[in-house]
């Protein structure tokens, strides 16, 4: 949605490399968040960080790392420990519990 | 851990049939969400249902929480094509600031 940026749209990568997504906003929004999504799935919980300098764990963070070093930004790190990385990520962000989320327009890795 | 479940995961109608997709949690939910993602986008909200047993409209759309908020259903009256996308529910447990995705519907209308 407006106001959340996701680049590059497309992203290819050798196997072995780490790669790193950019997500950043201007909503003001506290609370950030990483998913991930398969083809015909639903969307997996990566990390999420609900205030600058932190950040929690979701469901599937093993091969994945973040920072949260300003309010605007949340970059995730796709590591080479991460066995399956090809996907779509998606980052969201929130203004507050339980509010709605706004997505960015995903960033789809390709590794070979 | 907690679990999000919808059926069906797909459902093909003709433009002007009904259709209806279920979300069934395996816990009691604070309130539920609902996205819609159309093919090669990215989710985008929908609605948020609170209380137990709430009814809400958006056009042809009609949501519906469960009494006892483990369940929740969206149906739309005489589809259209511009309602082709996967729709999905997302609960929260109220615990944490994060939310449970369910697994998704994809709904094709033939015009």
């Known amino acids: 949605d407006g106001g959340i940026t996701q680049s590059p749209k497309y992203l290819f990568r050798k196997e072995g490399q780490n790669v790193t997504l950019s997500c950043e906003q201007n909503l003001n929004h506290d609370a950030m968040y990483w998913y991930r999504q398969d083809p015909g799935q639903g969307l997996r919980l990566i990390y999420y960080s609900q205030i600058v300098n932190d950040f929690q764990k979701g469901d599937i963070a093993e091969g994945y790392s973040v920072s949260r070093e300003k309010k605007e930004s949340f970059p995730l790190t796709v590591t080479s420990a991460q066995k399956n990385p090809t996907a779509f990520y998606l980052c969201?962000?929130?203004?507050?519990?339980?509010?709605?989320?706004?997505f960015g327009p995903g960033t789809r890795l390709t590794v070979t | 851990g907690q679990q999000v479940m919808q059926i069906p995961q797909y459902q093909h109608v003709q433009e002007g049939e009904d259709f209806t997709t279920y979300c069934n949690s395996s816990?009691?939910?604070?309130?539920i969400q609902w996205y819609k993602q159309r093919p090669g986008g990215h989710p985008v909200f929908l609605i948020q249902?609170?209380?137990?047993?709430e009814v809400k409209k958006q056009k042809r759309l009609t949501f519906q929480f469960g009494e006892a908020k483990k369940n929740s259903s969206l149906h739309i009256t005489a589809t259209q094509t511009t309602d082709v996308g996967t729709y999905f529910c997302?609960?929260?447990?109220?615990?944490?600031?994060?939310?449970?995705f369910g697994t998704g519907t994809l709904l094709a209308v033939q015009p």
């Open positions: 997302a609960g929260d447990g109220g615990a944490t600031n994060k939310l449970i």
């Open positions: 249902l609170v209380k137990s047993g």
């Open positions: 969201a962000t929130t203004s507050g519990q339980p509010g709605q989320q706004y």
């Open positions: 816990t009691t939910l604070s309130n």
